[in-house]
């Protein structure tokens, strides 16, 4: 079991002194019902490590010396309701990168997108984009490049991309589009000569992403877990990939059947390579590796 040495204010002689503090089975259990009640995600004690270590910086910022006087006052307490935020914030971070998974990206604009403007008979149409489970934003920043190059391109079509996560600190980030060079690598250089802004410092090594990508996107809070989605019902295509993973089967029949009452007729759901819908109850039909589509007929 891993210590984590916690640092704390020692008023009574002016300095500081360690403590210790493990992350036991009784505290790992109350912090993974709650995570698991309010968005879904399981913790087993497999990630206890993990949980420890995040936590452990929420001890040292607000002065707790050990983690049950700690959910005690973030569960229990009238004065801790703001701290459920930042516990929910720290233990639902998850890697994301520009262009993961690529091909998914190459069937979204190579088949999904002509797919959908076909059945529009050549009228120029708003296409819809909900991107789930944005965190920091990379995910919803390469769609926006995507459909910009095929609005560019002359395709009749616009486009609106919804970008939710739960995490308010993923949120911040994103909308701030804000990136290192080496997070920003995986663009392609045409790219990024044609949709990124450098900082005028050179020494910083930093991008944001330009007018014509943050300006279609809207970044939102929301809940996977909530019953009903705070959401548009004519979705065209819906990006929801590597967040099921960390639910159980039941949590993702249910997230599937909310996203499927959000697609349009003919909309596509997008899921992580890890992810498949197997198993699951739904009317979607696999069209392409883990990419699923609505039919037209209902």
């Given at each position: 079991?891993?210590?984590?040495?916690?640092?704390?204010?020692?008023?009574s002689t002016?300095?500081?002194r360690?403590?210790?503090?493990v992350l036991?089975?009784?505290?790992?259990k109350?912090?993974?019902?709650?995570?698991?009640?309010e968005?879904?995600?399981?913790?087993?004690?497999?990630?206890?490590?993990?949980?420890?270590?995040?936590?452990?910086?929420?001890?040292?910022?607000?002065g707790f010396?050990?983690?049950?006087?700690?959910?005690?006052?973030?569960?229990?307490?009238?004065?801790?309701?703001?701290?459920?935020?930042q516990?929910?914030?720290?233990?639902?971070?998850?890697?994301?990168?520009f262009?993961?998974?690529?091909?998914?990206?190459?069937?979204?604009v190579?088949?999904?997108?002509p797919?959908?403007?076909?059945s529009s008979?050549?009228?120029?149409?708003?296409?819809?984009?909900?991107?789930?489970?944005?965190?920091?934003?990379?995910?919803?920043?390469?769609?926006?490049?995507e459909?910009?190059?095929?609005?560019?391109?002359?395709?009749?079509?616009?486009?609106?991309?919804?970008a939710?996560?739960?995490?308010?600190?993923?949120?911040s980030?994103?909308?701030?589009?804000?990136?290192?060079?080496?997070?920003?690598?995986?663009?392609p250089?045409?790219?990024?000569?044609?949709?990124?802004?450098?900082?005028?410092?050179?020494?910083?090594a930093?991008?944001?992403?330009?007018p014509?990508?943050?300006?279609?996107i809207?970044?939102?809070?929301l809940?996977?877990?909530?019953?009903?989605?705070?959401?548009?019902?004519?979705?065209?295509?819906?990006f929801?990939?590597?967040?099921?993973?960390?639910?159980?089967?039941?949590l993702?029949?249910?997230?599937?059947a909310?996203?499927?009452?959000?697609?349009?007729?003919?909309?596509y759901?997008?899921?992580?390579?890890?992810e498949?819908l197997?198993?699951?109850?739904?009317?979607?039909?696999?069209?392409?590796p883990?990419v699923?589509?609505?039919?037209?007929?209902?």
């Amino acid at each position: 079991m891993q210590n984590l040495q916690v640092q704390v204010s020692d008023k009574s002689t002016g300095g500081s002194r360690q403590h210790s503090v493990v992350l036991d089975e009784r505290e790992l259990k109350r912090v993974s019902d709650f995570i698991g009640s309010e968005v879904g995600i399981q913790l087993p004690m497999t990630k206890r490590t993990l949980v420890e270590s995040r936590l452990s910086k929420r001890l040292r910022v607000l002065g707790f010396t050990d983690f049950k006087s700690y959910l005690d006052y973030t569960l229990k307490s009238i004065d801790g309701a703001l701290e459920k935020l930042q516990l929910i914030d720290v233990l639902t971070t998850n890697k994301t990168s520009f262009y993961r998974e690529p091909d998914h990206f190459e069937y979204l604009v190579n088949y999904a997108i002509p797919a959908i403007t076909k059945s529009s008979n050549g009228v120029r149409r708003e296409i819809n984009v909900w991107c789930a489970g944005c965190s920091t934003g990379e995910e919803a920043y390469t769609l926006s490049i995507e459909l910009n190059r095929i609005e560019g391109a002359g395709e009749k079509v616009l486009f609106n991309i919804l970008a939710t996560d739960i995490s308010h600190s993923c949120l911040s980030k994103a909308s701030q589009g804000v990136y290192t060079d080496r997070q920003a690598e995986s663009i392609p250089e045409e790219l990024r000569k044609k949709y990124l802004l450098r900082s005028r410092n050179a020494n910083e090594a930093l991008v944001q992403m330009g007018p014509k990508l943050r300006h279609r996107i809207k970044f939102k809070n929301l809940n996977l877990m909530d019953t009903r989605f705070d959401a548009p019902k004519n979705m065209d295509i819906i990006f929801c990939r590597n967040v099921m993973i960390y639910f159980n089967n039941q949590l993702r029949e249910e997230l599937v059947a909310k996203f499927e009452s959000h697609l349009a007729k003919g909309g596509y759901l997008f899921v992580g390579h890890s992810e498949s819908l197997n198993g699951i109850k739904t009317t979607l039909k696999q069209v392409a590796p883990m990419v699923y589509k609505k039919s037209s007929e209902k």
